[in-house]
């Protein structure tokens, strides 16, 4: 009898699983999404050209870097998103210009998104530092698979029907424009970004539509420097909304001598964030992030993962005295 009640209970648990599973599939499909559409990022302070066009150019170097995030690991549909950045200092229109190419591939569920985004920001001293204004201008193309929903159903013959949402495989592109501003002083930091201002939307077939909601971002940094002068406190914060919903980032990080460093945040009703990391000598810089989750989705993953790498070098190869990237300074 005991043997039996247990099959009933893992039964029912199961069918709870899928239920959950099922919710959160249609909520975060791109047809019916009220909430945030962007990839969720746990090391912004360096990852700040993703969204904000502003930063082109700011560090005075030319700039490479990689980041690789797993999402809610072990939840079947979870995201993964790779991040390309690439930008440097340059003299297009004036003496401080900045340019920056952004490349985002983001997988989630049936949906598969690559967004390619051209930078530019025009840079100008304001009081004790310099204000970057920047423009964005990329394209991206959305992938749909409605068979793929099928592999995270443990129902058989599972079919989910809406009249918004595809039967089969649909694809589009949509044209995506963006703005953004960064403050950079020597001890603190604040950045303000918009991006999908254009809010382009996608129709397929003849009642599927997706739009792109206008996002908002803001941030910013403060550098405490302590008695020993190779030891630094770094308060920061990100916030983002899309007028609807809205996540926030509390983070603080302890650096050693500008190159090594480690901190604890915490990303309301959501998560507890863990980095740390490493700039050398040569350029390279590698930083990790781990997510405990803290949500109701905490019982159903592993936490999230989030790799960074690197790679910086000075535009006047003449000068050979050591560097460090200013926004670490």
């Given at each position: ?39 969720q990022?746990?090391?912004?302070r ?8 502003g ?21 079947p ?9 690439a ?5 297009l ?11 985002v591939?983001?997988?989630i ?31 991206m ?14 129902f ?7 009249p918004?949402?595809p ?12 703005a953004g ?5 020597k ?9 999908h201002l254009?809010?382009?939307t996608?129709?397929?077939e ?26 630094e ?15 926030a980032d ?6 050693y ?9 915490y ?5 507890i964030?863990l980095?740390f ?6 350029g ?15 019982r ?6 989030e790799?960074?790498l ?10 050979t ?6 926004r670490?300074?």
């Amino acid at each position: 009898m005991n043997y039996e009640k247990t099959n009933i209970n893992d039964s029912i648990r199961q069918i709870l699983n899928n239920a959950i599973l099922l919710l959160l599939l249609i909520n975060i499909s791109i047809f019916a999404a009220k909430a945030q559409q962007d990839p969720q990022f746990s090391q912004n302070r360096l990852n700040q050209l993703t969204v904000n066009p502003g930063f082109a150019g700011s560090s005075g170097l030319i700039n490479f870097s990689l980041l690789n995030r797993y999402q809610w690991v072990g939840f079947p549909g979870a995201p993964v998103t790779i991040v390309f950045n690439a930008d440097a200092s340059a003299h297009l229109i004036g003496k401080n210009d900045g340019i920056g190419l952004s490349v985002v591939n983001d997988v989630i569920g049936f949906e598969k998104n690559i967004s390619f985004g051209l930078n530019y920001s025009w840079r100008t001293k304001i009081g004790n530092g310099i204000l970057g204004s920047g423009v964005s201008l990329g394209l991206m193309n959305k992938n749909l698979d409605m068979s793929e929903i099928n592999r995270w159903s443990d129902f058989d013959n599972f079919n989910l029907t809406d009249p918004g949402l595809p039967q089969g495989k649909a694809t589009g592109v949509l044209v995506d424009v963006g703005a953004g501003f960064y403050y950079q002083c020597k001890n603190f930091d604040l950045a303000l970004s918009a991006r999908h201002l254009n809010q382009p939307t996608l129709l397929f077939e003849e009642t599927g539509r997706y739009s792109l909601r206008r996002h908002y971002y803001m941030s910013g940094s403060y550098t405490v420097q302590m008695a020993d002068e190779r030891f630094e406190v770094l308060p920061s914060f990100f916030f983002k909304t899309e007028t609807t919903t809205w996540q926030a980032d509390l983070n603080m990080t302890v650096q050693y001598d500008k190159r090594i460093w480690g901190g604890i945040g915490y990303r309301v009703k959501d998560a507890i964030i863990l980095t740390f990391g490493t700039e050398l000598w040569n350029g390279i810089k590698f930083g990790y992030a781990y997510d405990i989750s803290t949500s109701s989705l905490s019982r159903y993953n592993a936490g999230s993962h989030e790799l960074f790498l690197a790679y910086s070098v000075l535009l006047n190869k003449k000068r050979t005295h050591k560097y460090r990237s200013v926004r670490f300074l």
